[in-house]
Structures are given as structure tokens and as C-alpha cells.
């Protein structure tokens, strides 16, 4: 039903900012709470940022004051602004879609979240 494609990842320097965006197709998630997360290699999925249906955010520790989470129902997009990038953000970033509809609860664990994208890669050399 619904698709996510992720795109904004690339190469940078540290110190420098990218934005990532998550666009949904076949179906609207207006109504439905999306999450970042990123994977870098021999790690677990982890947790990155998520803005409910309802537009609170929330972030993991590492990220605070430099990513910003962003959404446009109209367009059916998710941002992530990530500013002050270090070489320990390198990963592929995926968003998703919440399994449950209106949500009273922000997840923040891959289990909770019912579609995902394909991912984009983040690459922060020093």
C-alpha cells in the first residue's frame, strides 16, 4: 500500500549539514506518527528522531541540538535537517511509518513501525 523513498545522503565533511527527506506514495501517512532511524555497519538499528501525527518530536541524546525532524502532509514528506554532522552519524538513515493509526504513544523501537523505506547512505569523513 504505502511506499517510503528516502533521499538528501552523500558525502560530507564533518561540521557540515545535510537534509534528508522521506516521501510516501501509494497511500497519505497523514494521521500517522513516522520515525527516523540509522544503521551503521556491525551496529543494531537505532533510534533517531520521530515526529508524531500530531507534531511532537522527540530525539535520541546524540542528535539533540544538531537534527531537526520536519513534516508536510501536503506533500506527503518527512525532513531531517542534520546540522554539525560527526564522523560517528555515518550510517544508512531509514524512515517509517508507525503501525498504528493516531497513535497515543511515540514509538521509538524498529518493532513498532509496520513500513519502511530502502534507506539513504551518510557518509561524515573528518
Known amino acids: 500500500q504505502v511506499q517510503l523513498v528516502e533521499s538528501g545522503g552523500g558525502l560530507v565533511q564533518a561540521g557540515e549539514s545535510l537534509r534528508l527527506s522521506c516521501a510516501a506514495s501509494g497511500r497519505t501517512f497523514t494521521g500517522y506518527t513516522v520515525g527516523w532511524f540509522r544503521q551503521a555497519p556491525g551496529k543494531e538499528r537505532e533510534f533517531v528522531a520521530v515526529?508524531?501525527?500530531?507534531?511532537?518530536?522527540h530525539y535520541t541524546d546524540s542528535v539533540k541540538g544538531r537534527f531537526t525532524i520536519s513534516r508536510d502532509n501536503a506533500k506527503n514528506t518527512v525532513y531531517l535537517q542534520m546540522n554539525s554532522l560527526k564522523p560517528e552519524d555515518a550510517a544508512v538513515y531509514y524512515c517509517?511509518?508507525?503501525?498504528?493509526?493516531?497513535?497515543?504513544?511515540?514509538?521509538?523501537?524498529?518493532?513498532?513501525?509496520?513500513?519502511w523505506g530502502q534507506g539513504t547512505q551518510v557518509t561524515v569523513s573528518s
Open positions: 517509517a511509518v508507525d503501525s498504528v493509526r493516531r497513535n497515543i504513544v511515540i514509538p521509538t523501537t524498529p518493532p513498532r513501525y509496520s513500513v
Open positions: 515526529i508524531s501525527w500530531n507534531g511532537n518530536r
